[in-house]
């Protein structure tokens, strides 16, 4: 059985003050023990959030990493290796908001996934279509050319160390949420293309469900054969919202 995971990605929200707040309300969430739980904060708040969360089983993850593992000369950037230093076990790669408005193409975003691994993080590979794709009948082959990407560059089996996220670009942040059949059918469509592969890879790969996912719409969601959890942005803001989820996801 794959363990489920409930991830929130806060993006690029939080205050000093906020992020106190925001741990806080975590630290008095009753949380499944058998889902992992993790919070991507962002860069400058991954150190104070790493502090703040000792003792919880709440794991802490990047929302990015540099195409470089090793620290140097890139202004501006992160270091996988960094991020493993400062005890962060997870990295984002592939946000659809980093390749839309940041043109992140699937070079940089394989870059990314390999230097994470390299310096000992798990990568969160995201994928996901547009409306205008979907509404093209483009869906499975935009996801399937996102994930053969990796596959094609570094092999199927980084994916034993990893973990994909699919969030139908449509879905973030509107409000306007997959049903849990037409998620359920990219999920299987991933999987199926890892299994042609390496079968039991596949049937082992965790693949999370991301877009206006909610306490309400959760269950449901969790409830399909190939949604082992979930990524969620904006009701991860909300400790006591974030918590109801990850519940959903239990057993
Ligand atoms: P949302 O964001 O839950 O606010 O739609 C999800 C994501 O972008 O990871």
Not at 61 to 71: F, P, R, S, V
Not at 139 to 147: D, K, R
Not at 195 to 203: I, M, P, S, V
Request: charged share 15%.
């Amino acid at each position: 059985m794959r363990r489920p995971m409930v991830a929130g990605n806060w993006k690029m929200h939080g205050t000093r003050a906020s992020v106190v707040t925001l741990i806080e309300g975590l630290t008095q969430q009753v949380l499944p023990a058998d889902v992992d739980v993790a919070v991507f904060p962002s860069a400058l708040h991954l150190a104070q959030v790493v502090d703040g969360l000792v003792g919880k089983a709440v794991a802490v993850g990047a929302q990015d990493c540099a195409t470089q593992a090793e620290q140097g000369a890139l202004t501006g950037e992160v270091a996988a290796s960094q991020l493993q230093d400062l005890q962060c076990s997870l990295v984002l790669v592939g946000h659809s908001e980093r390749r839309s408005l940041l043109g992140e193409g699937d070079e940089v975003v394989v870059r990314k996934f390999a230097a994470a691994q390299s310096s000992g993080l798990q990568p969160v590979l995201c994928v996901g279509e547009t409306l205008g794709q979907r509404q093209a009948g483009q869906t499975l082959s935009v996801v399937a050319g996102q994930v053969a990407a990796v596959i094609d560059a570094l092999g199927v089996a980084v994916f034993a160390r990893a973990v994909i996220a699919y969030e139908p670009v449509w879905a973030i942040g509107t409000g306007l949420t997959a049903t849990p059949e037409q998620a359920q059918e990219v999920h299987a469509a991933i999987r199926a293309q890892l299994a042609a592969k390496d079968a039991q890879l596949a049937n082992e790969v965790r693949i999370l469900y991301g877009g206006s996912v909610k306490a309400v719409s959760a269950a449901e969601l969790f409830g399909m054969p190939d949604i082992d959890g979930g990524l969620v942005g904006g009701a991860s803001l909300n400790a006591d919202e974030f918590g109801a989820i990850c519940r959903a996801a239990g057993n």
